[in-house]
């Protein structure tokens, strides 16, 4: 169970869906930190990385960053990605890792990232990805899950130790299953 923990909470982290310190050559401590790494560019062996983390393939992968296939398999041979690049794979890497934080499960939030949602037109968040506005919108749904989250556990709180309250709000109505695959919730930012 320690084990599993802790291989989850590895995951989560940006730097570990890159590959780490193996593969980025350094251990980010700061956002200033990661401008550096990005405008060196990020080794390509972090789409290696990214391909065994997310289960996706090349194309789709591609896809998700907005760069043609051809392109990032040229960048694979080269051995490392130009800044704008890097700088989509970061951002990529960034959204796994808080959607892995808030589904506290990194299969669920591959999932959730992966699958058609019916508030996103049918759009997986994922296909979204290749441009800022999209990635900020999938960061915005994935703040309102971690808040409707912690709403829930706060109102469980309030009911446990409420006189005369005999239970806190189901989860449904605070976390409704919107927020599972294939679903969809109203992001306030879409207002």
């Not at 869906?17 to 990020?42: E, H, M, T, Y």
């Not at 979204?128 to 994935?142: C, P, R, V």
């Amino acid at each position: 169970m320690a084990n599993r923990v802790a291989a989850e909470k590895a995951f989560q982290s940006i730097e570990n869906v890159l590959g780490g310190k193996d593969v980025l050559g350094v251990k980010p401590q700061s956002s200033v930190d990661w401008v550096g790494i990005i405008r060196a560019g990020i080794p390509a062996a972090a789409v290696e990385s990214v391909l065994s983390t997310m289960h996706v393939s090349q194309t789709e992968l591609a896809q998700a960053l907005g760069v043609p296939q051809r392109t990032l398999a040229r960048r694979k041979r080269e051995g490392i990605l130009n800044s704008e690049e890097s700088s989509k794979l970061l951002r990529l890497a960034r959204v796994v890792s808080r959607a892995s934080e808030v589904f506290d499960d990194p299969a669920a939030a591959i999932d959730w990232l992966k699958s058609p949602n019916a508030a996103l037109r049918g759009n997986a968040p994922l296909s979204l990805l290749d441009t800022d506005i999209g990635a900020a919108t999938i960061d915005d749904w994935i703040y309102v899950a971690w808040a409707r989250v912690f709403l829930y556990l706060i109102s469980s709180i309030v009911a446990l130790t409420e006189p005369g309250t005999s239970s806190a709000s189901t989860p449904e109505s605070i976390l409704p299953m919107a927020m599972m695959p294939g679903e969809g919730i109203d992001c306030p930012s879409w207002r």
